[in-house]
């Protein structure tokens, strides 16, 4: 089945910097990836997807980078904001219908 | 359009109890998952159904069951609850047609403590 892995654990960041968080699948199958945001105590959104016909999506100051043949993706955040501070979530598809396997989580703080 | 709705809220129950959640989808979608997040271990997958089939399912123990209606409602039901069955329980709607995984939306959760 799908392994996903994410990297770092923990991000912090001033505001107006740049936050990257780095996730690897396992699946050569896999074919879309998206990210979550989770506020504290709220449900994950989902932020941004990317499905594996093209290399980079983004919207506004959120991008999302896949690179099949390393298999891996990236989210990019440019000029945090304090609301941008959440727990962020990558997730892949497993071969099964239905299943998102979910990295571990990225806790994004950002200071002013 | 209405979002993923997930009932009750809150819940309290002891160990050996059983409970019962559930999980409206957006109307139209078909899909319904569900996950199990706890603090250390992260977004953990139960089960998925589709058109009233369980179409995969995680590895939980038998304890953890679930069911879809007609209407596309979905229930789960833990029996005889363990204290690591806390949690916060959500479910995720997607439209779960076609050979690609569509978007899915998560509803607010229910947390479920066990005493």
């Known amino acids: 089945g799908e392994n996903v892995e994410q990297h770092p654990s923990t991000l912090s960041v001033q505001e107006g910097d740049s936050a990257v968080i780095k996730c690897t699948y396992s699946?050569?199958?896999?074919?879309?990836f998206p990210w979550y945001k989770q506020e504290l105590g709220k449900r994950p959104q989902l932020i941004i997807d990317?499905?594996?016909?093209?290399g980079e999506k983004k919207d506004q100051r959120i991008a999302v980078t896949l690179n099949k043949t390393a298999k891996h993706f990236s989210l990019h955040i440019t000029e945090t904001q304090p609301e941008d501070s959440a727990v962020y979530f990558c997730?892949?598809?497993?071969?099964?219908?239905?299943?998102?396997?979910f990295g571990a989580g990225t806790q994004v703080v950002v200071t002013p | 359009k209405a979002g993923v709705t997930q009932t009750p809220r809150y819940l309290i129950k002891t160990r050996g109890q059983q409970v019962t959640l559930s999980c409206s989808p957006i109307?139209?979608?078909?899909?319904v998952s569900w996950y199990q997040q706890t603090p250390g271990q992260g977004l953990q997958f139960l089960f998925e159904?589709?058109?009233?089939?369980?179409?995969n399912k995680g590895n939980f123990p038998g304890r953890f069951s679930g069911r879809q209606f007609s209407n596309s409602r979905s229930e789960m039901n833990v029996s005889t609850l363990e204290l690591g069955d806390s949690a916060l329980y959500l479910c995720?709607?997607?439209?779960?047609?076609?050979?690609?995984?569509?978007?899915?939306?998560f509803g607010q959760g229910t947390r479920l403590t066990v005493v």
């Open positions: 990317i499905r594996s016909n093209v």
């Open positions: 109307s139209g979608h078909r899909s």
């Open positions: 699946d050569s199958a896999s074919n879309y």
């Open positions: 159904y589709f058109s009233e089939t369980q179409r």
């Open positions: 995720a709607s997607s439209s779960g047609t076609g050979g690609i995984l569509g978007e899915a939306f």
């Open positions: 997730a892949a598809p497993t071969d099964s219908w239905g299943k998102l396997q």
